[in-house]
């Protein structure tokens, strides 16, 4: 059974939210809206519905999910105590794009933290994911509503070119408004350690609670396993084969017009990540098949927004060769480029 309502008002008793929450009771799973990316869902209490999650998405058992919850209230179930920089990151970050790691209880289902004794909890801020889990009555556990390995959802139609037949239903929301996932901060460690770049800045939670550090896994070429069990993996990677160029603006377009025609030559349907600045510039070019935007380059939010769906466009499209440039890495662009380098693979050519 699907549900879908763009124009969800009254969210209490909106049929859509009372029958997904229905769902969910039931050891069912649903996607719905966060403000990062559409979330699939599944009761957190019970490892017979957590593992609802891993089947639809073919993902391995070894990643940990993240639970969301709709009220402080709801730690004392889940987290065995609040390490003390916690405290001030819930104060100033949620609702928000912000999971913290912490110490779990023996209630969060095993299957959700893969063996951990930890769990990573946020509190999202969108309505309908606040009301549903609500409604629901019990904590939620739910990753990105993606296949394993594809770009992360950031509309309802996403959730169903990947899932549909395989889950309860989805909300839909319309678009995700950050685009790219939450920020995973492991506060069990001081100073906390940022597993996973996401939708809150370093620079916002240095602000609140002094230094954090980054996971060295993050560097390219790291040879580190990453922390966040999620991040080792292959992740967000269209089909076709990714380059990103990174250089002073003129000399990363010539090199990436000898890359497409080079891919031309051989037969290759080619695509460019562009921005609005470049866009009629890729536009002119032969070389270029399918050429998309993800806003400008000098908002880097609006990039975050638009790139997981420009990412699957290249999909739709069949492309199979794609080049794009870099961006800087501050704010949120360390979320971006941590994207985007997992979509190419770690394909980063300096010119
Ligand atoms: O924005 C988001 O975080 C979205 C929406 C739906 O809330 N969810 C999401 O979940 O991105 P998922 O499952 O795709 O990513 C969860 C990440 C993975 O990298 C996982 O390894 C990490 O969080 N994680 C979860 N629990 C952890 C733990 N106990 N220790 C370290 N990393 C953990
Ligand atoms: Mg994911």
């Known amino acids: 059974e699907w549900i879908v309502d763009k124009n969800v008002e009254n969210l209490q008793s909106c049929t859509q939210i009372v029958d ?14 966060t403000e990062t990316v559409y979330g699939l869902g599944a009761n957190a209490l019970s490892d017979e519905a957590v593992g609802k999650i891993f089947i639809a998405k073919g993902r391995p058992s070894d990643n ?21 920089k916690a405290t001030p990151l819930i104060e100033a970050f949620w609702p928000g794009p912000l999971t913290l790691i912490l110490p779990k209880t023996d209630k969060v289902a095993s299957l959700v933290t893969a063996g951990l004794d930890t769990v990573g909890v946020r509190m999202p801020d969108h309505p309908i994911a606040l009301a549903l889990i609500k409604q629901a009555g019990v904590p939620v556990a ?19 070119t990947d899932l549909s037949g395989r889950i309860a239903g989805v909300i839909d929301g ?13 506060v069990t460690v001081d100073p906390p350690l940022i597993c ?12 609140v609670v002094g230094e954090v550090r980054l996971d060295p896994a993050f560097l390219v070429d790291a040879a580190e396993t990453p922390r966040s069990p999620g991040m080792k993996y292959a992740h967000y990677a269209p089909e076709g084969e990714m380059w990103l160029i ?32 470049s866009l009629s510039y890729w536009e002119r ?55 985007l380098e997992k979509a190419s693979g770690g394909r980063i050519l300096s010119v």
């Open 20 to 33: 997904a929450a229905r769902f969910l009771r039931d050891g069912e799973t649903v996607a719905f809206p």
């Open 64 to 84: 940990p999910l993240i639970v969301h919850i709709a009220e402080k209230e709801q730690l004392r179930e889940i987290v065995a105590s609040l390490p003390e």
């Open 142 to 160: 739910a990753p990105s509503a993606n296949r394993s390995g594809r770009p992360s959802p950031t509309t309802a139609q996403h959730v169903l």
């Open 174 to 186: 319309g678009a995700t408004g950050v685009g790219v996932e939450s920020t995973v901060l492991d």
């Open 196 to 207: 996973r770049p996401g939708g809150i800045t370093r620079e916002q939670l240095e602000a």
């Open 246 to 277: 990174q250089g002073e603006d003129s000399q990363v377009k010539e090199q990436m017009r000898i890359m497409l025609a080079e891919a031309k030559r051989q037969g290759r349907k080619t695509g460019v990540i562009a921005t609005e600045e």
């Open 285 to 339: 070019q032969p070389e270029a098949d399918v050429v998309l935007s993800v806003g400008s380059g000098a908002e880097l939010g609006q990039v975050a927004q638009q790139l997981y769906g420009v990412l699957r466009q290249f999909d739709e499209d069949h492309v199979q060769f794609i080049v794009g440039p870099t961006f800087p890495r501050s704010g949120i662009g360390m979320a971006v480029m941590n994207r």
